[in-house]
T-cell receptor, first 119, second 112 residues
Framework: GAVVSQHPSWVICKSGTSVKIECRSL??????MFWYRQFPKKSLMLMAT?????????EQGVEKDKFLINHASLTLSTLTVTSAHPEDSSFYIC???????????????FGPGTRLTVT | QKEVEQDPGPLSVPEGAIVSLNCTYS??????FMWYRQYSRKGPELLMY????GNKEDGRFTAQVDKSSKYISLFIRDSQPSDSATYLC????????????FGGGTRVLVKP
């Protein structure tokens, strides 16, 4: 149980275009999802917290107009990188928080990640 | 000072040895702790979660929390080459619903 999927797993796009990444909780409902960015050999950097039915909360320094997050249902959150530039190339990972679990719902389960390359 | 710190490694051990991983945290209000395993180019996988002090065991994995010294540990018994990965400790801090604060990760290499 507690499986999170991401699509696509790998995407190459041209500079100036937009890319959408989907994050789905497959076997549980997640009122809260998180989006992270990870550079090679570095730890995860939280970009934003996404709550179903409300606006995402962005971390300091993350441009909300560039990284659009939508959490339209309890099993789906999307991250859209708008007007992508080469410096946006990175590994993007989502996580979903299990609600009502045995440890009072704080476990986060991560997706497999999406590698974005902007040329 | 970072809130959660880990030695980056790499930590190299022979197959079958015990892997010992550690994290320190600075905020005494932290109560919940997790260990994740991350293979290269993959998302982190939750291994263990603990609350309060003491030990928790799950198969070959044992998580230990020492709140008096603000120190958390993960032990992997009978290590296998497939355990080679980066191990991340994390905490949502004092409240279960908080966002996670991650350590920098420790890279582990188990040599056959």
């Amino acid at each position: 149980g507690a499986v999170v999927s991401q699509h696509p797993s790998w995407v190459i796009c041209k500079s100036g275009t937009s890319v959408k990444i989907e994050c789905r909780s497959l076997d549980f409902q997640a009122t809260t999802m998180f989006w992270y960015r990870q550079f090679p050999k570095k730890s995860l950097m939280l970009m934003a917290t996404s709550n179903e039915g409300s606006k995402a909360t962005y971390e300091q320094g993350v441009e909300k107009d560039k990284f659009l997050i939508n959490h339209a249902s309890l099993t789906l959150s999307t991250l859209t990188v708008t007007s992508a530039h080469p410096e946006d190339s990175s590994f993007y990972i989502c996580s979903a928080r299990l609600s009502g679990g045995p440890t009072v719902g704080y476990e986060q389960y991560f997706g497999p990640g999406t590698r974005l390359t902007v040329t | 000072q970072k809130e959660v710190e880990q030695d980056p490694g790499p930590l190299s051990v022979p197959e079958g040895a015990i892997v010992s991983l550690n994290c320190t945290y600075s905020n005494s209000a932290f109560q919940y702790f997790m260990w994740y395993r991350q293979y290269s180019r993959k998302g982190p996988e939750l291994l263990m979660y603990t609350y309060s002090s003491g030990n928790k065991e799950d198969g070959r994995f044992t998580a230990q929390v020492d709140k008096s010294s603000k120190y958390i540990s993960l032990f992997i018994r009978d290590s296998q080459p497939s355990d080679s990965a980066t191990y991340l400790c994390a905490s949502p801090g004092s409240a279960a619903g908080n966002k996670l604060t991650f350590g920098g990760g420790t890279r582990v290499l188990v040599k056959p």
